[in-house]
């Protein structure tokens, strides 16, 4: 993927936007954002007023880029509120700190329990996580959030008969469907929206509809799917890379220790509950994002880790409380590094600042100027499509707001495609290719916490996603042809 965004920069000349602060009302409140100016594109050009193609070179000093410093500048971009740099933290804490759970033996405690009171109903627990997520995804954007929730699941469905992919379908893939689906999230509902000039959460009915169509749609493919590799647990994509939890869980059960259930297993599963729902709380309440995110289920592991060495679960002591938050991380390093190189392809490309000469610019503005002179239907479905390629490049949900909004906004009216369709087209486009794309940070953190590869999520993922896919075309067309 970085070579191919390589080859790029030697084909396509830089562009570069202007931008403009705009104000919108988000809850009541006034805010301001910067946006682009509309009709404000130009191509970088040479003293001879050539457009400029500048490929990149295979190593660069000074802090500049090459084809071959990705890796580090990918790793280091952005800050502790998102892009690189802070997820991969988010990620080596939150590993570490369910490396202290994972050593008290609680959860695999709680598992062997669990399926031995579910009595074969927990074949239900499928469709109900998946709801859940989804509505996580709708209500408060979740999307990194999942990430700790995987590392519980993962074994839990594993040992229930299903496969690392079922893990991934309802934890993550559930909450990009809610994402795409939401009629209130802040990070890309709300700020369409408002680039738009569109009243903020306006829609919420049409959108509710979908979101209740799409989360069952979703859910009974899962469903199906998870049946199936439940009959024939071969048949699953991950069915080798799955062995190393189903290896562990024999060794949980054959073990006296992992067997036994007692008041200390209770009490560190009761604090994983709590650091739940304080996660939940902090988020909807307070706004509470990555840094406080990870600093919360670091409190969890702290107090798990007291927990275990009191009531010496699994033979823990409190120096253990050290050692397995550092083997908790270490095993989650291939997934902060996933994370760093994909960012890295973004900044290959020239980042994604529109007032920076980049490759992306002149994309955006290529793409978008082939949607004229089309019919309103057809233009909705092009902008959707749009969008969903797009999502290739920029993946954040507020980042591709600002980026494309304040051009497919104007030229919806020019279209005769409603604004608030043009938002709709935004969101489906964002939410949905995250489920594929290589570039999403989060995506290939959660296929690393399953021990997935991403080439193998793609031979299962395609068909899934073609229905989504095809189902979100219907609704944009529904949406247009309604004046919505």
Same mark, same amino acid.
């Given at each position: 993927?970085?070579?191919?965004?390589?080859?790029?920069?030697?084909?396509?000349?830089?562009?570069?936007?202007?931008?403009?602060?705009?104000?919108?009302?988000?809850?009541?409140?006034?805010?301001?954002?910067?946006?682009?100016?509309?009709?404000?594109?130009?191509?970088?050009?040479?003293?001879?007023?050539?457009?400029?193609?500048?490929?990149?070179?295979?190593?660069?000093?000074?802090?500049?880029?090459?084809?071959? /410093?990705?890796?580090?500048?990918?790793?280091? #971009?952005?800050?502790?509120?998102?892009?690189?740099?802070?997820?991969?933290?988010?990620?080596?804490?939150?590993?570490?700190?369910?490396?202290?759970?994972?050593?008290?033996?609680? &959860?695999?405690?709680?598992?062997?329990?669990?399926?031995?009171?579910?009595?074969?109903?927990?074949?239900?627990?499928?469709?109900?996580?998946?709801?859940?997520?989804?509505?996580?995804? =709708?209500?408060?954007?979740?999307?990194?959030? $999942?990430?700790?929730?995987?590392?519980?699941?993962?074994?839990?469905?594993?040992?229930?008969?299903?496969?690392? &992919?079922?893990? &991934?379908? %309802?934890?993550?893939?559930?909450?990009?469907?809610?994402?795409?689906?939401?009629?209130? *999230?802040?990070?890309?509902?709300?700020?369409?929206?408002?680039?738009?000039?569109?009243? &903020?959460? #306006?829609?919420?009915?049409?959108?509710?509809?979908?979101?209740?169509?799409?989360?069952?749609?979703?859910?009974?493919?899962?469903?199906?799917?998870?049946?199936?590799?439940?009959?024939?647990?071969?048949?699953?994509?991950?069915?080798?890379?799955?062995?190393?939890?189903?290896?562990?869980?024999?060794?949980?059960?054959? #073990?006296?220790? +992992?067997?036994?259930?007692?008041?200390?297993?209770?009490?560190?599963?009761?604090?994983?509950?709590?650091?739940?729902?304080?996660?939940?709380?902090?988020?909807?309440?307070?706004?509470?994002? %990555?840094?406080?995110?990870?600093?919360?289920?670091?409190?969890?592991?702290?107090?798990?880790?007291?927990?275990?060495?009191?009531?010496?679960?699994?033979?823990?002591?409190? *120096?253990?409380? !050290?050692?397995?938050?550092?083997?908790?991380?270490?095993?989650?390093? @291939?997934?902060?590094?996933?994370?760093?190189?994909?960012?890295?392809?973004?900044?290959?490309?020239?980042?994604? #600042?529109?007032?920076?000469?980049?490759?992306?610019?002149?994309?955006?503005?290529?793409?978008? /100027? !082939?949607?004229?002179?089309?019919?309103?239907? $057809? =233009?909705?479905?092009?902008?959707?499509?749009?969008?969903?390629?797009? *999502?290739?490049?920029?993946? @954040?949900?507020?980042?591709?707001?600002?980026?494309?909004?304040?051009?497919?906004?104007?030229?919806?009216?020019?279209?005769?495609?409603?604004?608030?369709?043009?938002?709709? =087209?935004?969101?489906?486009?964002?939410?949905?290719?995250?489920? %594929?794309?290589?570039?999403?940070?989060?995506?290939?953190?959660?296929?690393?916490?399953?021990?997935?590869?991403?080439?193998?999520?793609?031979?299962?993922?395609?068909?899934?996603?073609?229905?989504?896919?095809?189902?979100?075309? +219907? !609704?944009?067309?529904?949406?247009?042809?309604?004046?919505?």
């Amino acid at each position: 993927m970085v070579c191919l965004a390589a080859v790029l920069t030697y084909m396509i000349p830089q562009g570069i936007y202007e931008t403009e602060d705009i104000t919108y009302l988000e809850d009541g409140v006034e805010k301001t954002r910067t946006v682009i100016r509309e009709g404000s594109f130009r191509y970088v050009t040479d003293d001879a007023g050539r457009p400029v193609k500048q490929g990149i070179g295979l190593f660069a000093a000074g802090g500049r880029m090459g084809l071959f /410093n990705y890796l580090f500048e990918g790793m280091v #971009s952005g800050d502790k509120w998102g892009s690189a740099v802070g997820i991969i933290a988010f990620i080596l804490v939150i590993g570490g700190a369910f490396g202290i759970v994972l050593r008290t033996g609680a &959860v695999e405690a709680g598992i062997l329990h669990m399926i031995r009171k579910t009595d074969g109903k927990e074949k239900y627990l499928i469709p109900v996580l998946f709801i859940l997520f989804s509505l996580g995804g =709708a209500v408060f954007g979740m999307g990194e959030e $999942a990430l700790p929730f995987l590392m519980i699941l993962v074994p839990i469905v594993i040992a229930m008969g299903y496969d690392g &992919v079922t893990a &991934v379908l %309802i934890t993550y893939v559930a909450t990009q469907i809610g994402f795409g689906t939401s009629w209130m *999230n802040p990070f890309s509902v709300a700020i369409a929206q408002g680039i738009a000039g569109v009243p &903020v959460f #306006s829609g919420a009915g049409f959108r509710i509809g979908l979101w209740i169509f799409f989360t069952a749609l979703g859910a009974a493919m899962t469903v199906l799917y998870a049946s199936k590799i439940r009959k024939r647990p071969s048949l699953s994509v991950s069915y080798a890379s799955d062995a190393y939890f189903r290896e562990d869980m024999e060794r949980k059960k054959s #073990s006296d220790d +992992a067997v036994s259930f007692g008041i200390g297993h209770v009490l560190v599963l009761l604090t994983l509950l709590a650091g739940m729902v304080w996660v939940v709380w902090g988020v909807m309440k307070s706004g509470y994002y %990555i840094p406080e995110i990870a600093t919360q289920f670091f409190i969890m592991g702290l107090v798990s880790g007291v927990i275990g060495a009191v009531f010496r679960l699994n033979g823990m002591r409190f *120096n253990d409380i !050290a050692s397995s938050f550092r083997q908790g991380a270490s095993d989650l390093v @291939s997934a902060a590094i996933i994370v760093g190189m994909a960012q890295g392809i973004m900044l290959v490309l020239g980042g994604s #600042s529109p007032t920076e000469p980049t490759v992306l610019n002149t994309i955006l503005h290529g793409i978008s /100027n !082939a949607f004229l002179g089309l019919s309103g239907a $057809a =233009a909705a479905v092009l902008m959707y499509l749009f969008q969903s390629v797009f *999502n290739f490049f920029v993946v @954040s949900g507020s980042g591709q707001a600002a980026l494309t909004m304040p051009i497919m906004a104007p030229m919806a009216d020019l279209l005769g495609v409603s604004r608030q369709t043009a938002v709709l =087209a935004f969101q489906l486009g964002d939410a949905f290719t995250n489920l %594929i794309v290589p570039t999403s940070g989060t995506l290939m953190g959660s296929l690393a916490v399953a021990r997935i590869d991403w080439s193998r999520w793609v031979r299962f993922m395609w068909k899934y996603l073609g229905i989504l896919v095809l189902c979100a075309a +219907a !609704a944009i067309l529904l949406a247009s042809l309604t004046g919505f």
